[in-house]
């Protein structure tokens, strides 16, 4: 039997613009996304079954969330059927149990069921001694979604678990700047700031708000020419990148949900350096400079119903 266990981190978008729709209905997007130290746990053991024909391999899933599917349609139930058709005709006969520890809210603008997806690629990696290098992760992770390559390549800096090569690759990184559909990924220094993320007791389905935001009006969008280069020169302190800070893709969601405008009032009174809705939303996430002021407005939202948590950027 062999085992690993791979920490999923959740992400935020700092900056997110979107441009025309490509024939297979995805959107070019220009953003900027940086990995939290909030994480799942998602635990890996392969468990053989002697005697049995190679290559012949099972799936199984198990969360702690009981409305999560625990089959094909689990992105790292998809994750693991893509490693063994690639590279497990060879393998020897048994089954591989997922078991995941969710604590990243589901269907959040968080990116939770990616991570899930890129640990199980970097997990197989590892327990079947694939020897594949970051590059060839991220292609894999490509297949099973837009903001799975960024999980997988933030993943590498913070499992110590993986090998050296991989953890040293120089796509490596906690922040990125992510164009074409979200997976051609430039490393950034990134920010180092405590967080708060909340959302109010709804889902946001990603496909409807790139559907949603062909018909709006955009009036502002980030540089994110000049985020990347402000976020390399360490320029935080003064303040000046929360100038683009923008996610154009709450000119949909926050119309169409006014609960996350109103969250994103209320944290917008809480002092933060910024605050800001992640991804398709509903989650909005607050900066701030002191983690006992993150931790502060975490309690207030939590008593006014949100879910809410404190956490830190990555670096
Ligand atoms: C909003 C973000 O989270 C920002 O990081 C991502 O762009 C979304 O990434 P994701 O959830 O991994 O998205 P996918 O699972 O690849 O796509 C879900 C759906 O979103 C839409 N989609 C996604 C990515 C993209 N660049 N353009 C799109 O229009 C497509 O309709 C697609 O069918
Ligand atoms: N392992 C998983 N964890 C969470 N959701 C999953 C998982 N596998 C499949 N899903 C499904 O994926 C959908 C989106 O969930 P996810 O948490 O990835 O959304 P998200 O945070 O908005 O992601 P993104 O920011 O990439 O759009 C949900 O409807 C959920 O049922």
Redesign the pocket.
């Known amino acids: 039997m062999k085992e690993i266990t791979v920490r999923s981190f959740a992400?935020i978008?700092l900056s997110?613009d979107?441009g025309a729709?490509d024939a297979q209905?995805?959107?070019?997007?220009d953003?900027i996304?940086q990995q939290l130290a909030f994480h799942d746990d998602v635990q890996l053991r392969f468990v053989r079954f002697p005697g049995g024909k190679k290559g012949d391999i099972g799936i199984s899933v198990r969360t702690n969330r009981y409305y999560l599917p625990t089959d094909r349609r689990n992105l790292a139930w998809r994750a693991a059927e893509l490693m063994i058709d690639r590279y497990g005709s060879s393998w020897e006969s048994g089954r591989l149990e997922i078991n995941i520890l969710k604590r990243i809210p589901v269907a959040a603008?968080l990116?939770g069921?990616?991570g899930n997806g890129a640990a199980v690629i970097h997990g197989m990696n590892v327990m079947f001694g694939l020897k594949l290098t970051l590059g060839e992760i991220c292609s894999l992770c490509e297949e099973?979604?837009?903001?799975?390559p960024?999980s997988a390549v933030g993943q590498a800096r913070g499992n110590k678990v993986f090998p050296t090569a991989v953890r040293r690759d120089s796509m490596a990184a906690s922040c990125v700047r992510?164009t074409?559909?979200?997976t051609v990924l430039e490393p950034l220094r990134g920010i180092d700031r405590s967080i708060v993320i909340a959302k109010p007791a709804l889902s946001v389905s990603?496909?409807e708000?790139?559907?949603g935001i062909d018909n709006c009006d955009i009036p502002e969008r980030p540089d994110n020419r000049r985020l990347a280069r402000r976020l390399e020169e360490n320029v935080v302190g003064d303040g000046r990148v929360y100038e683009d800070f923008i996610n154009v893709?709450e000119n949909y969601t926050l119309a169409a949900y006014p609960k996350v405008a109103e969250l994103k009032e209320r944290m917008e009174r809480m002092h933060p350096e910024k605050a800001l809705m992640?991804?398709?939303g509903p989650t909005v996430f607050a900066v701030f400079r002191r983690m006992e002021d993150a931790q502060k407005s975490c309690r207030i939202l939590r008593k006014q119903g949100y879910e809410a948590y404190w956490t830190r950027t990555m670096k």
């Open positions: 992400k978008n997110l979107v729709c209905g995805y959107h070019e997007v953003m996304m603008g990116a069921g990616s099973l979604g837009s903001d799975v960024f992510a074409g559909r979200g990603t496909a708000v790139y559907r893709l992640s991804g398709s």
